[in-house]
């Protein structure tokens, strides 16, 4: 069966959203397979985020995924990947879409870096790349 890693990053954390992040996936129907509080290191996010680096949004981000702890999560279910991607919306949480995490639950708060609660993997490719580097 599929599996994928959610992140409650640390604005979702501080916030105290990680049960309504958990209570999302699991009415949708997916199952928890693996959780952890992880506070990450910069070698953890420069590998996790390697796509991005270069790009200008890439120091703020790693600044604010170590401004806190982080829930590392791995669920599992049909077509999960994509379905957990549906769950969060689209990136800006300004304009995800009302219905989503992002959307119900984010907003821009005029910092660096759009805080936006929730990762998830994009593809299988991803998945397991991702699983491999927070669930050693
Ligand atoms: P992740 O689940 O965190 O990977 O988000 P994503 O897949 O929806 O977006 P992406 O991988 O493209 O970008 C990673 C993170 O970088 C986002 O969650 C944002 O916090 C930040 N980011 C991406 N694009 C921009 C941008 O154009 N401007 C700014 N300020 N931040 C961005
Ligand atoms: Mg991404």
Same mark, same amino acid.
């Given at each position: 069966?599929?599996?994928?890693?959610?992140?409650?990053?640390?604005?979702?954390? @501080?916030?105290?959203?990680?049960?309504?992040?958990?209570?999302? *996936?699991?009415?949708?129907?997916?199952?928890?397979?693996? *959780?952890?509080?992880?506070?990450?290191?910069?070698?953890?996010?420069?590998?996790?985020?390697?796509?991005?680096?270069?790009?200008?949004?890439?120091?703020?981000?790693?600044?604010?995924?170590q401004?806190?702890p982080?829930?590392?999560?791995?669920? @599992?279910?049909?077509?999960?990947?994509?379905?957990?991607r549906?769950?969060?919306?689209?990136?800006?949480?300004?304009?995800?879409?009302?219905?989503?995490?992002r959307?119900?639950?984010?907003?821009?708060?005029?910092?660096?870096?759009?805080?936006?609660?929730?990762?998830?993997?994009?593809?299988?490719?991803?998945?397991?790349?991702?699983?491999?580097?927070?669930?050693?």
């Open positions: 069966v599929e599996e994928t890693l959610v992140l409650v990053k640390p604005d979702g954390v @501080a916030r105290n959203l990680t049960g309504e992040i958990l209570r999302r *996936i699991e009415a949708k129907g997916y199952q928890l397979v693996d *959780i952890r509080l992880v506070e990450a290191d910069l070698e953890l996010l420069t590998e996790h985020y390697a796509e991005h680096q270069g790009k200008p949004f890439f120091e703020p981000l790693l600044e604010f995924m401004s806190g982080i829930v590392a999560i791995r669920i @599992a279910g049909h077509r999960v990947i994509e379905g957990f549906a769950l969060a919306g689209t990136t800006d949480p300004t304009t995800a879409a009302p219905g989503t995490i959307g119900d639950l984010g907003r821009d708060w005029g910092l660096k870096v759009q805080q936006n609660l929730v990762h998830g993997s994009d593809s299988p490719e991803s998945a397991a790349r991702e699983l491999a580097l927070w669930f050693k």
